[in-house]
């Protein structure tokens, strides 16, 4: 089995694997239909395409016999330190329990540590408990959990975290003041994708009881605009957001 960066000549390949191991892992939880809809929406060839020519996203891919069988995807994203998110790991299911996902993690953490991350990152639904034993097997701690809407229906994500250096401390909230002067409170760990950098939720309290808004990660403007479909667009750099991704662990 053999480890390498993805190029474009990958994306049928990633598309076949990203299909196989959606199906496997979910479609007793979340449906055929919601599947198919977040695979088309995160897998479709031009968003592929795409995250392979930028830098920024690391992506790798595990090959047996010159096919590609397994993949996984990250990003550095900047708040008060850099952080990098784990954003999918997708084995197809006749490859799994051969250690291939513990292979691609270990290259993902190597490329974000050499980047200059001072922690990772990765969100797994309940549902999926394959991926949550995962985590833990592979050293990260449970950082807490919270709500996401898939298709309508609340799920329950959890957060994972491995610190690069020494135990660390993570910063989960900060006190923001807004352009109308109005103390908002940011939650890091809460982070969502998008184009340019993340948008974290701004509460207007410290224990999240009222969401207030979003904070965009890239330019850090409040003024978040977000449509009926959970698209989020700032106002002020154009930083996007497509529909919501599942979680980290399609293992």
Known sequence: MNVREA?????????R????????????ALGAERIERGFESWYSSETLRDELRDEARPFFVATEGGDVVAFAQSYLASRRETVGEIDWIHVTPEYRERGIGSRLLERVERELRDRGATRIEGRVLLANETGTAFYEREGYTDAGEREVDIGGETFRERLFVKFVAGDGEQVLTEARSGPDGTLRYVAFDEAVRASQGAFYPAYADRERDELHGWMCGNCESFDVAIDTMDRYECVDCGNRRKPARWDAAYL
């Open 7 to 15: 190029t474009v000549d990958d994306v049928e390949a990633i598309r």
């Open 17 to 28: 694997v990203a299909r196989e191991s959606f199906e496997a892992s979910y479609e007793d």
